[in-house]
């Protein structure tokens, strides 16, 4: 079993629903990073987070440490919002990523 | 400022030839790292670099060897490329172990 398990593997959404990602860690962990990845390759961290709730502008990622679980919201999705999205959690001084979701956002 | 700078973007290789791939970061992080990405798996980190001077391996680091040249540059070397070293090949850095990490645009690696 993986330390990080994303879910759903694939998602394929309609432009302007709500997408929720989520991310199950099997470790303790003192954070959990949130990545986007562009079809073009490039990666770009969203979100670091410990506790509770971040938003940065359509964009909320939500963590729970007692459940070992962390979401990814996206509200009034777009076509452009699709990527691959990586959870990552931090134990020690590294981090160790899912998967990956791949999200396709039709118009 | 141009972030984190990676080079070559791809590469071919026979089995058997060596290559550095660069790494150079202008954010005066602390932190570097050498990622491989393969298709159904996760980020694998290869070695980091805690601080400048400092090395140490990460969870595939067989057939690999790094040098954090400076504090700016941290260079991956294939000794002698293999096959199963085809992949996506990714520079970060951090300001601490652990922290937000920025990353390069990659290096795709092709070794027939």
């Known amino acids: 079993k993986n330390e990080v398990e994303q879910s759903p593997q694939n998602l394929t959404a309609q432009e302007g629903e709500f997408i929720t990602i989520n991310c199950s860690y099997s470790?303790?962990?003192?954070?959990l990073h949130w990545l986007q990845q562009h079809p073009g390759g490039g990666i770009v961290s969203l979100f670091m987070?410990?506790?509770g709730k971040k938003k940065h502008g359509r964009l909320i990622a939500t963590i729970n440490i007692q459940e070992k679980h962390s979401s990814l919201h996206i509200t009034a999705s777009h076509p452009r919002d699709s990527a691959v999205y990586i959870c990552?959690?931090?134990?020690?001084?590294?981090?160790?990523f899912g998967e990956g979701t791949q999200l396709t956002v039709n118009p | 400022n141009a972030g984190v700078t990676q080079t070559p973007k791809f590469q071919v290789l026979k089995t058997g030839q060596s290559m550095t791939l660069q790494c150079a970061q202008d954010?005066?992080?602390?932190?570097m790292y050498w990622y491989r990405q393969d298709p159904g798996m996760g980020l694998r980190l290869i070695y980091y670099?805690?601080?400048?001077?400092?090395?140490d391996k990460g969870e595939v680091p067989n057939g690999y060897n790094v040098s954090r040249l400076n504090k700016r540059e941290f260079s991956l070397r294939l000794e002698s490329a293999a096959p199963s070293q085809t992949s996506v090949y990714f520079c970060?850095?951090?300001?601490?172990?652990?922290?937000?990490?920025?990353f390069g645009p990659g290096t795709r690696l092709l070794v027939l």
């Open positions: 970060a850095s951090s300001t601490g172990a652990g922290e937000t990490q920025y």
């Open positions: 470790v303790g962990i003192s954070a």
């Open positions: 987070l410990s506790s």
């Open positions: 990552a959690v931090k134990g020690g001084s590294r981090l160790t």
């Open positions: 954010m005066n992080h602390n932190s």
């Open positions: 670099s805690a601080s400048e001077g400092t090395t």
